[in-house]
């Protein structure tokens, strides 16, 4: 069955075809480090996760790169205002250097690879930091200096968007606009208004460079980290669509420039995840949630992944608690349909070809979704073969059902101490933590460890 994707730079539903038979390349924009990751960046690597998983359903081999960026991010798309590291080292109260800085950056970047895996978004196997290619950087704007796209202003160096007559061409973008100022803080000293920062230069932070201390800027780190991790032009480059207008057109507009080739085929884009009809960003404090926030009210990882499973990557989503809530719901009743002893079982061919060509429709989650229900409720199928197939198609949906459900058979709780964990609850209730400490010892003597969970407590029996 063909893999049908939408690429944005044509603007149209395409067959996939890789460069190399039987693999796929692709360079996933990833996280700027300066704070935690909100749901709304969550929901573009959960994009990423089943856009990995469907090409590996049709057996492609995939290597995949994101990059993360502990550098170089200036505060507005159109390149001015501070460096977001540095904005961030202001709001931690800690000094202006570059040990400073890795620090932060480590941090976040250990919160954001804990808050994927929660989520069960498997782990890029190339995560590249643009602190360790500023060589690369350099490399790559010397290229363009040498082929005549850059000049020289006072804050540093800027590419020449008028020596790139296809600029803008990714999700056609009106330059005319841009011309009339839609781009605000306009730097006088720049050709056009659609030029951006190459090198940006700092007196008191960065690295050695030809044209003086300082940073990379954010699109350069893409292009050159993509290129030398995956090589150029690769197959497929994703992001979220506040991408496309600036990010993805300067990237395009450098490595064509650069090497006369594409940078990447197909060009993928997750539409946004808005609170109160607004994008959910880093930068607005009131309209931000960490998966933490998800968690402490209850929900468990897996519940936010069904929700985000069950919109279509490209319609945006208007986030609510009463609907993660029914996600939750959902998702528990599912583990319920599917519990008890596993035998081994069937796949159901029909149910799998349906499956296939849901994901295959430029990954269709929600439909795939409505195809596993219609297996569960189809009385025409034995239990086991409803299993296998349903684990089956978890291979993509990633919600762990055969973990979950062994996970539940775990949590009954025999007879002989049900009493002790109703006690050892009431203590809780109480706040009579000795009393509490004593009963979990004394369940544990019975053989059993008591964990207690947002959802009770859960028994488990000591191996
Ligand atoms: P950042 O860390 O801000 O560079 O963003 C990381 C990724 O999250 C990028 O691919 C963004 O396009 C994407 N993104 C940012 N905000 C949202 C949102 N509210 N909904 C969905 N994706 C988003
Ligand atoms: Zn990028």
Request: hydrophobic share 35%; net charge negative.
């Amino acid at each position: 069955m063909k893999l049908i994707l939408r690429n944005t730079l044509s603007g149209r539903k395409e067959e996939f075809k890789p460069i190399t038979a039987g693999k796929a390349t692709m360079y996933n924009c990833g996280p700027t480090v300066y704070f935690y990751a909100h749901i709304g960046n969550l929901r573009a690597y959960l994009f990423v996760d089943i856009l990995k998983k469907v090409l590996q359903w049709n057996r492609y081999e995939v290597k995949q790169g994101m990059n993360i960026t502990d550098v170089g991010h200036l505060s507005s798309d159109s390149d001015e205002g501070e460096d977001k590291m540095t904005k961030a080292l202001k709001r931690e109260g800690k000094p202006l250097t570059m040990e400073a800085m890795k620090e932060v950056a480590t941090f976040y970047e250990k919160a954001f690879i804990a808050d994927i895996q929660a989520m069960n978004i498997e782990k890029p196997e190339l995560l590249p930091r643009a602190s360790d290619n500023i060589a690369a950087d350099i490399a790559l704007i010397k290229k363009l200096e040498e082929n005549g796209y850059t000049y020289i202003i006072s804050s540093g160096v800027y590419f020449d968007t008028s020596k790139f007559p296809e600029y803008g061409k990714l999700g056609g973008i009106n330059l005319e606009g841009l011309k009339e100022g839609a781009r605000v803080n306009i730097n006088p000293e720049k050709k056009n208004p659609a030029d951006f920062n190459l090198w940006k230069l700092d007196d008191k932070l960065g690295w050695e460079s030809p044209w003086g201390k300082g940073f990379p800027g954010w699109h350069i780190e893409c292009s050159a980290m993509s290129a030398k991790y995956l090589g150029q032009p690769f197959d497929i480059h994703t992001g979220g669509v506040d991408h496309i207008g600036t990010h993805h057109n300067n990237e395009i507009a450098q490595s064509e420039s650069a090497f006369g080739m594409p940078l990447a085929h197909y060009w993928l884009h997750n539409e946004h995840l808005n609170l109160s009809g607004v994008k959910m960003a880093k930068s607005d404090k009131d309209n931000f949630i960490t998966l933490h926030t998800v968690v402490d009210k209850g929900f468990s990882p897996l519940d936010y992944r069904y929700y985000l499973l069950g919109a279509h990557y490209r319609s945006p989503m208007t986030f609510s608690w009463e609907a993660l809530e029914s996600a939750r719901n959902a998702r528990r009743r599912l583990l319920d349909l599917l519990s008890g002893k596993n035998d081994a079982g069937k796949i159901n061919a029909d149910y799998l070809e349906h499956f296939t060509s849901a994901v295959n429709d430029d990954l269709n989650t929600p439909e795939a979704l409505a195809v596993l229900w219609n297996l569960l409720r189809d009385e025409r199928i034995e239990i086991d073969d409803k299993k296998t197939t349903a684990f089956e198609f978890d291979k993509i949906l990633g919600l762990k059902l055969e973990e979950s459900i062994r996970a539940i058979s775990e949590e009954v709780m025999p007879a002989s101490i049900t009493g002790l964990v109703i006690k050892r609850e009431e203590a809780r209730e109480q706040n009579n933590w000795i009393e509490s400490d004593r009963l979990r010892d004394e369940i544990n003597k019975l053989g059993y460890e008591i964990k207690d969970t947002n959802s009770g407590p859960k028994l488990k029996k000591i191996m």
